[in-house]
């Protein structure tokens, strides 16, 4: 990665879902002055020390970009920041200026700086037409979300810029991801971390997709290897670069329920679907063939269902009781 010759990393979207912990696990790599979070929105004040060194970025704004790229003498973007699914199919204009137009500026402003970006697409780049057991990395992408168009567009665009000017673009497709730290917000897969929540506040959660929904999942720790591991991989061993098939576990909310009983065997479950969110999840895979990650850059989770349940449940229980205000409520353990 260029950062290794001193040049800084700056982080977009540092506040989302992947970015407020990217930031913290690329600081615990790299040193803390050399990854500069960016967002278009401020941390709020008491974190907002802990984000320093700090740049607020509109991505849809090339001059705020290349004056971060400039005054922080950045080698390296994350470009994180975009609309997850169900936020995007609600304002489909906005993802794709935000989504799109973000990625095209920082890809402009990464051919004439020399910069490596990471790009995260995700399964939401596969649609209904995609063989959807094992999908394999190289296969039929027809997504039916203006989310899954910009994720192809995105890719594809990526690959561009590696090919006619160069520029050192990687990126890996993500499952839905689970995370004790940050709430996801607008997405699909976001069932999956909200009934952590709810099992502990009050023993119970409505799930907005059906019991046998089976749709691909990773633990945010393994998320962050994939990023920070990808851009740090020897580029003579890629092959593809772009759009990695990376996955940790595959389940349905009913095994995901079944899980979570065995640390809160009083837990309940009941279903009231979401016709958006149910009709985008079953236009995507049930699980992903990250072969080719395996073998190109050695990719390897840490963690499964059992693993990820434990530690949400162990990790949260100690947030939600320390700090907020709800309590814990109907813990049942
Ligand atoms: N987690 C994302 C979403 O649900 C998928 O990339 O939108």
């Not at 192809?152 to 520029?167: M, N, P, S, T």
């Not at 979401?274 to 990650?293: G, M, N």
């Amino acid at each position: 990665m260029n950062t290794l010759d001193g040049k800084r990393i700056l982080v977009t979207g540092a506040l989302g879902q992947i970015g407020s912990e990217l930031v913290h696990g690329l600081r615990r790599r790299y040193g803390k002055d050399l990854v500069v979070a960016s967002d278009i929105r401020y941390a709020p004040p008491e974190e907002s020390q802990e984000m320093e060194p700090f740049a607020y970025v509109d991505c849809t704004n090339e001059t705020q970009i290349s004056e971060a790229i400039r005054r922080w003498d950045v080698g390296t973007v994350f470009h994180l920041a975009s609309l997850l699914s169900a936020a995007a199919e609600a304002k489909p204009h906005v993802a794709w200026n935000l989504n799109m137009g973000g990625l095209y500026r920082v890809l402009e402003i990464a051919r004439e700086n020399n910069l490596a970006v990471f790009f995260p697409s995700s399964i939401g780049a596969f649609g209904p037409s995609t063989p959807s057991v094992k999908t394999p990395q190289d296969t039929i992408q027809r997504p039916t979300t203006i989310y899954g168009v910009t994720k192809v567009a995105g890719e594809l665009l990526c690959d561009y810029y590696f090919q006619r000017f160069g520029v050192d673009t990687r990126g890996v497709r993500y499952p839905g991801l689970i995370s004790h730290i940050a709430p996801p917000g607008g997405g699909t897969t976001d069932y999956a971390v909200d009934i952590f929540y709810e099992a502990i506040r009050h023993g119970r959660y409505t799930c907005f997709l059906s019991a046998e929904t089976r749709l691909d999942m990773m633990y945010m720790p393994d998320a962050l290897d994939a990023a920070i591991d990808l851009m740090a991989a020897d580029a003579d061993r890629l092959v593809h670069r772009n759009a990695f098939n990376v996955t940790g576990m595959s389940f349905t909310p009913e095994e995901l329920t079944s899980e979570i009983r065995k640390h809160l065997p009083r837990f309940e479950i009941d279903y009231q679907i979401d016709p958006v969110r149910q009709a985008i999840a079953d236009s995507w895979p049930d699980s992903l063939d990250d072969s080719a990650a395996r073998a190109e850059w050695d990719w390897s989770p840490r963690y499964d269902l059992p693993m990820m349940v434990e530690d949400m449940l162990r990790q949260l229980e100690v947030k939600l009781s320390a700090g907020d205000g709800a309590g814990v409520k109907g813990n049942t353990r």
